[in-house]
């Protein structure tokens, strides 16, 4: 017995003496806010990004392999409900952000321009990240007053999801087998039209019950394509012009003739779409990897006569271009140790040299030369999809405002279009509401 206590005291004594020779070591902690879901169950340990799937599960893993792969850095990670902004800006109005946030680019001018944000110039270039790494798109949509503000991870915009077996019952494929898109607003209805007579079924399907993104961003794209200067003065709007005015009618004409679904939300629409109850979904570019899932699985409606996605069709002579927004990691301005300033150096490089894995949600590269690389090429639909990155247009950067901005929109156009209220008053009381908003920044 009094040999066994000894050994013990030894064993003991020899930890202690390892211990004293060893430095303490702590790791560097940083906290991190997102979107893009949650997916513990599936991905909460995962650090194999290649085997990582949605969004949810790409950013999730991504993080994780950032964490085993800098033990002398922990990233602690909190999940908001999308887009989580009225939790931060109650963060930022109790002294206590998290150091990384997830935030869009239409986002980042309501806190960089109250000095919230921390300009990314000095921190980026201490780890080589260039701003000419960055697509024009992404690093458009992060300077604000010549300065970077977030680190762009891609780029999104709203898609054409096609069903091409009801597109070959309606007779709206053209030789080589390629979608017939329309051309002009008098081509899409008359396409519309010809859709429901041979199918039975809309041509779009849109989640319109409870929704104003969607409204926004068409209406964005159209404005766009017809060179219209709204934001011309980014604290007031010109929007009941004539060709707001095209843009509206064309959309009331569309429900009004019942070419797209109309009570339907964001979940309802993705599972019609799926069971083939219409022929294009308007939606983004995070379903591409989802859809095309679906046409690769027998029995299914996209698999009966194939998927294919495009970005928007020309309706309206003009620049060719449509409305394009971003995800970024932002970062609070807050006092910082050399250590954190360093870590956050660390995992802004390693989600740009990374970027090919979140690219694979569906989302456009931020970083030019995954364009050119022959994985990305390898992705389905990229192809057709990869124009974005120059077609691509956002609002102008020193907009505030953009998501209470989109929700008006989004309400004034629903009214017009379900005949709640003429289309003149719905432009004008858009934007008056809009203007209302502006001058009380």
């Not at 200067?229 to 019942?258: H, R, S």
Request: with cysteine; net charge negative; proline share 5%.
């Amino acid at each position: 017995m009094m040999h066994v206590w000894r050994t013990s005291i030894l064993a003991a004594a020899s930890a202690l003496a390892v211990m004293a020779a060893t430095p303490s070591f702590a790791a560097t902690e940083l906290s991190l806010q997102r979107f893009f879901g949650a997916c513990d169950a599936d991905f909460g340990s995962n650090t194999d990004v290649a085997k990582a799937v949605g969004e949810c599960g790409i950013i999730t893993s991504m993080i994780n392999k950032f964490n085993a792969d800098n033990p002398d850095i922990h990233i602690s990670v909190t999940t908001v409900e999308w887009p989580g902004y009225d939790q931060l800006t109650a963060q930022f109005a109790a002294g206590d952000p998290p150091d990384i946030v997830s935030i869009h680019h239409s986002a980042l001018s309501d806190y960089q321009s109250k000095g919230l944000l921390m300009p990314l110039d000095e921190v980026l270039a201490s780890v080589g990240v260039k701003p000419d790494d960055f697509t024009d798109a992404a690093r458009n949509g992060v300077t604000k007053d010549g300065k970077i503000y977030g680190l762009p991870i891609d780029n999104w915009t709203m898609l054409y999801h096609i069903n091409m077996d009801l597109f070959k019952q309606a007779d709206l494929v053209n030789a080589d087998g390629t979608p017939k898109l329309p051309t002009s607003v008098d081509e899409l209805l008359a396409q519309a039209k010809q859709f429901r007579e041979k199918t039975g079924k809309p041509y779009f399907v849109q989640n319109l019950a409870n929704e104003t993104a969607l409204y926004t961003r068409n209406f964005y794209t159209y404005l766009f394509q017809q060179d219209s200067d709204f934001f011309a003065d980014p604290l007031k709007v010109k929007l009941n012009t004539p060709e707001a005015k095209k843009v509206l009618e064309m959309y009331k004409a569309i429900f009004d003739q019942g070419d797209t679904t109309k009570d339907m939300d964001y979940a309802a629409s993705i599972n019609a779409f799926l069971a083939g109850e219409g022929g294009v979904h308007l939606n983004g570019t995070w379903v591409i990897g989802d859809y095309n899932a679906s046409s690769k699985t027998p029995g299914t409606a996209l698999n009966r006569g194939g998927y294919a996605v495009y970005p928007y069709p020309q309706l309206f002579p003009g620049k060719k271009s449509q409305y394009a927004d971003g995800h970024a990691w932002g970062i609070s301005q807050k006092d910082r140790s050399a250590e954190e300033t360093a870590a956050v150096g660390k995992f802004l490089k390693f989600f740009k040299d990374n970027d090919f894995e979140w690219s694979r949600t569906g989302h456009l590269p931020s970083v030019k030369a995954v364009f050119e690389t022959p994985a990305f090429k390898a992705l389905p639909y990229r192809d057709t999809v990869a124009p974005i990155a120059t077609l691509g247009t956002a609002l102008p950067s020193t907009v505030q405002r953009q998501f209470a901005i989109q929700d008006i929109i989004g309400q004034e156009m629903n009214a017009a279009m379900t005949g709640q209220k003429e289309v003149d008053a719905a432009l004008s009381d858009m934007e008056n509401r809009i203007n209302d908003l502006l001058a009380n920044l």
